[in-house]
């Protein structure tokens, strides 16, 4: 069982290190307030940006925020913005809208490769003050082997100038990805130009593996939680949350952060966290092809359920969407928790007058 990074290899498997079996219990903090890091949807309407659904929604976001005194910063155009749609002017446009209506909020910008360069991006989104940037995995990194692809990353962070985070993805939300090994991720985490690292998975507990060995190495590295399906985890273990699942339970997290802390501890938290989580269990359900990639649609038939958009379409040049009947799928998956929201009091969370 590995314990010294010294030991790690490139294709060393996470189950040979001591990270791998590291308990939940062991790493609980009830004092650290974890940060939300909101990925942004951007809804549409005959087949355009939806600029006002768009600003309501972050509205929304910012008023549970305020309400519980909590963290938050928004990420936008990550995968729940529709990136991988996304041509140069929009990828701008949305940034400047955001900070043309709300210019004090913390921004993440999703990055990827666009003909082979992660640099349009970049430039755009360096472009803005108070700003960090998510590297997100692409095909092309994807392919090469862990060496080479390490080799890559370091020169695409030779073209960043402001906070970094490294994304990693599993195959549930796109086939050819592949999640960071432990020799991959100490590599990055060491980089003096990455904050932190965003972890997306639904079947394998790899939040768990990176917060284990970054706690034990005292790694200058936060591991920021993409797991829909484990909002709880990362609540309990006072790290970040980067997440889609942001948008549809917003006030319903908030809420989770507030009551799991020490000084506000309310046990019917752990009820609040089954609601929550039974919610993003519908929205970010898999489909016959075990892809997750379709709750973006469910998130913008949530919201509009809530009555914060004005149409649950997706980009017109997205291919995931979900089957008809989502809007009453989504109804059912609210009910719990709204009555749990009713009974603790939790604002900003009611459907729209029909």
Not at 20 to 30: C, G, I, N, Y
Not at 190 to 206: A, M, Q, R, W, Y
């Amino acid at each position: 069982m590995i314990t010294d990074p010294a030991d790690l290899k490139p294709d060393t498997p996470w189950r040979d290190t001591i990270w791998a079996h590291t308990p939940e219990s062991t790493l609980t903090d009830h004092t650290t307030e974890s940060r939300l890091c909101v990925a942004n949807l951007l809804p549409f309407a005959n087949s355009q940006p939806d600029w006002t659904g768009f600003e309501n929604s972050i509205r929304w976001m910012l008023d549970s925020a305020n309400h519980y005194h909590t963290d938050i910063a928004f990420v936008l155009n990550a995968d729940t913005g529709y990136i991988f749609n996304l041509d140069p002017p929009l990828y701008r446009e949305v940034i400047t809208r955001f900070r043309e209506n709300f210019p004090e909020p913390r921004i993440i910008c999703g990055t990827t490769a666009v003909d082979d360069s992660y640099l349009p991006h970049l430039e755009i989104a360096q472009s803005f003050d108070n700003v960090e940037v998510m590297l997100m995995t692409s095909q092309q990194l994807e392919a090469l082997s862990p060496e080479a692809r390490r080799d890559a990353y370091f020169e695409i962070l030779e073209h960043v100038t402001v906070p970094a985070i490294v994304h990693a993805l599993e195959p549930a939300f796109v086939p050819w990805a592949t999640p960071f090994g432990p020799w991959f991720l100490h590599e990055l985490a060491n980089h003096p130009k990455v904050t932190g690292g965003k972890i997306s998975t639904l079947d394998e507990p790899h939040f768990l593996y990176w917060a284990a060995m970054c706690r034990d190495l005292n790694l200058p590295f936060a591991p920021h939680c993409g797991d829909d399906y484990g909002i709880a985890t990362a609540i309990k273990l006072g790290l970040p949350l980067l997440i889609g699942a942001g948008v549809s339970a917003c006030p319903l997290i908030c809420a989770a952060k507030n009551l799991w802390l020490e000084k506000n501890f309310d046990p019917r938290v752990y009820k609040l966290f089954e609601a929550l989580q039974s919610l993003e269990d519908a929205v970010f359900r898999l489909d016959e092809n075990n892809s997750a990639t379709a709750y973006k649609h469910s998130t913008a038939v949530c919201l509009k359920l809530l009555g914060l958009i004005e149409s649950d379409e997706v980009h017109p040049d997205c291919a995931d969407r979900r089957p008809a009947g989502e809007e009453a799928r989504m109804r059912e998956a609210l009910a719990r928790p709204l009555r749990l929201a009713e009974r603790l009091d939790i604002p900003h969370f009611k459907l729209a007058p029909q």
